[in-house]
């Protein structure tokens, strides 16, 4: 078998999804993945290190080799190496597995191997998911469409964190908790998030008004960056259903995966 050969051979099964052999690497290598995620998590267990220390180490190191050899064998058939380095995939493979290798130097490096369960995307290919990127394709441009609104909704939010911080260091004092100003910010945007942790809290009854004040306002200002994402993403999905046009009766307003028009019934173009 010459080099091209092989090449091909290990392409279609390495990259390949629609053969019998590239499903089976593929499925293998999501129980691989997974496996190696969970022995990073037995690993964080203290009772699981102190008696099967050597095991888990020994799976992990056996996994990262099975990784490296399988990353050097997709750089050795890709048509175009530069290509896979430098692709998403390629800079997820390559992370992967070079904590291992660090952890040699550098202890507790190791943990960056919970990056590996960015590599269980690839299930999307294995199941032919892909058709699912296109409405996730759909919220990620709503979300950078609405990210210069967002970030002024933020800059406003922290203005006022500031100012309601500046007044509780003010009115309570280090003598109830409020040691500085950057410490009253955080109470004030635990407070205003409504998640309360309650490692704060005020004791005088000015102090208490102003938490109040913050608590009503917090429930009107977690409503703003929902509004404006859902009217971004009301807007891309009308601005994708308006982009499908009926090459028979010029009709819009398809759905984004129709194959038909509405109207007269002709096939649409992809």
Known sequence: MSN???????????FGTDTPAGKRFDIALIIAIILSVLTLMAE?????????????????????????????LRIYCSPNPRHYITSFYGIIDLISILPTYVSLLVPGVNFLLVIRIMRFLRIFRVLKLVRYLTEA?????????????????????????????????????????????????????????????????PQTPLGQFIAASAMLMGYSILAVPTGIFTAELAHEISRERLNIICPNCSAVGHDHDAQYCKMCGSKLKP
């Open 44 to 72: 964080s267990v203290s009772d699981l290190t102190d008696n099967y220390y050597i095991y888990i180490r020994t799976l992990e190191w056996i996994l990262t080799i099975l990784f490296t050899v399988e990353y050097i």
């Open 137 to 201: 394709n759909t919220l990620v441009r709503s979300m950078a469409h609405a990210r210069r609104k967002i970030s002024v909704f933020f800059l406003s939010v922290l203005v006022l964190a500031t100012i309601f911080g500046a007044l509780m260091y003010m009115v309570e004092g280090p003598e109830n908790g409020f040691s500085s100003i950057p410490t009253s910010i955080y109470w004030t945007i635990v407070t205003i998030t409504t998640v309360g942790y309650g490692d704060i809290t």
């Open 4 to 14: 091209i050969e092989l090449k091909e051979k290990f392409y279609t099964v390495i």
